[in-house]
């Protein structure tokens, strides 16, 4: 199947008699007939399910769907897209290990990482994604598990060169973590390039109209952990918790996926309400049409803005003049990487507050990457603790506005656009 046929039917076909769309196992457990049956569920020497906490048809279906999208071997739903990261770093890191990253993540990814995990004992070093091979190798220590990046950086809009990440990793030893999540597998597939794990928030463009909080990982089955058998213990030697069991000797290229679900989701929880993963599947069945009408929407408007004399500057990789513009083509399907974009206006931090309360159309909200248009200022909202000095050092201009197109009629979103640049009062040779 293709990628628009996977949208639609990938992970499940029903048989004769079945009902049509995914059933919601809402259940928080399932029956068997000897205590023999049950005991090896526990034991993972029998597959199937024995409660909700570690797996969930309904969930297994919908994580199917993406992972063949992604061109996958098997993947996992989580809670949220911040579940997804946790786990992804947690099923190889332990205390004591090292973590490369890009520095141009997610603003809660980053907190993640510096804080939260650093605190569980786990070290990150922040790269430049532009950086040269040399400088970003010199980030590896001896123990160093794996790299992590954000295709498109959210909000930044800073494009990962994912085969040059790959290959580094891959020199040390060690696999590429992708966050996939803005141009989602329909604009580009990471694993074609060298990613060896790809995760999501799929509360983003893949639910798509803004109703539920969920993550994913998908693992692509390429890395091969026995290599490194001391490296990646956690995976390939015995876990005394599942009485000696090795997950690479037992379940092959399943081995991440199966631990993150055996071992993460049956000690830390954050598995996803059934009912979400149904709800994510409604979204998945038409992402192909959606994420490439947000595109040809983002960059039509994204030109229309660069020709405005009241905007100071747009930041999007489907603009001619990106400095991204050779990766986009090399990594993208399409002109355009997703539907969101930065820019700033001439005037600085008090116009764009005064152009953001004119807007009618385009939402006011937190949220990125939906049916809805809409902006966010981080200046004032996720970043507002920040002076403008700290701002700038951050990489957020105080005038940045974060805009996402939704799939209005563009001219519609550009006229609300327009009355409201309308209404910001201009310095115009500043
Ligand atoms: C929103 C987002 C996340 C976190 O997802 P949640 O579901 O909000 O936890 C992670 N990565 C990217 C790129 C995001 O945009």
């Known amino acids: 199947m293709r990628p628009d046929t996977l949208c639609v039917q990938g992970g499940y076909q029903p048989q004769c008699g079945e009902p049509r769309q995914v059933p919601i196992y809402a259940t928080t457990t399932f029956k068997y007939d000897t205590t023999q049956h049950m005991g090896d569920l526990f034991d993972l020497k029998a597959s199937g399910y024995f409660y909700t906490r570690l797996a969930n048809p309904t969930n297994d279906l919908v994580a199917k769907k993406i992972a063949a999208l992604e061109g996958g071997v098997a993947a996992i739903l989580t809670s949220s897209g911040q579940a997804a990261s946790t786990f992804a770093i947690l099923n190889i890191c332990n205390a004591g290990d090292h973590v490369v990253s890009s520095a141009q993540i997610y603003g809660g990814t980053f907190n993640l990482f510096a804080v939260s995990l650093k605190k569980l004992g786990i070290e990150f070093t922040f790269v430049d994604p532009d950086a040269d091979e040399k400088t970003i190798q010199a980030a590896f220590r001896p123990n160093t598990k794996c790299v992590f990046g954000e295709t498109v950086a959210n909000p930044s809009g800073v494009i990962l060169d994912i085969e040059k990440f790959a290959k580094i990793a891959h020199k040390n030893g060690v696999p590429l973590i992708v966050d996939n999540t803005f141009p989602t597998p329909i604009l580009c597939r990471p694993f074609r390039f060298g990613a060896d794990i790809v995760t999501h928030a799929t509360t983003k463009y893949m639910d798509g109209h803004s109703s539920q909080v969920g993550g994913c990982i998908v693992d692509s089955g390429n890395f091969d952990w026995t290599r490194y058998p001391e490296r990646f213990a956690g995976l390939v030697e015995p876990d005394e918790s599942y009485h000696g069991l090795s997950y690479t000797e037992k379940f092959g290229k399943l081995a991440y996926i199966t ?172």
């Open 259 to 430: 631990k993150c679900t055996a071992h993460l989701m049956r000690d830390f929880g954050s598995i996803p309400s059934p009912f979400n993963a149904f709800l994510v599947n409604l979204g998945l069945e038409s992402l192909h049409v959606r994420m490439r009408r947000h595109a040809e929407s983002a960059l039509k408007i994204a030109k229309w803005l660069k020709s405005r004399e009241e905007v100071a500057w747009v930041n999007y990789a489907g603009l001619s003049d990106s400095k991204y513009k050779k990766l986009l083509k090399k990594q993208f399907d399409g002109p355009a990487p997703c539907g969101v974009m930065t820019f700033g206006i001439k005037g600085g931090r008090k116009a764009s507050i005064k152009f953001m309360d004119s807007l009618k159309l385009i939402g006011i909200v937190t949220h990125v990457a939906d049916a809805w248009s809409c902006v966010l200022h981080p200046a004032s909202h996720t970043h507002r603790q920040l002076t403008d000095k700290q701002l700038k050092e951050a990489g957020i201009p105080p005038d940045l506005i974060r805009l996402s197109i939704g799939l209005e009629d563009p001219q519609d979103l550009i006229e609300d656009i327009e009355q409201a640049l309308k209404k910001v009062k201009v310095n115009k040779k500043k």
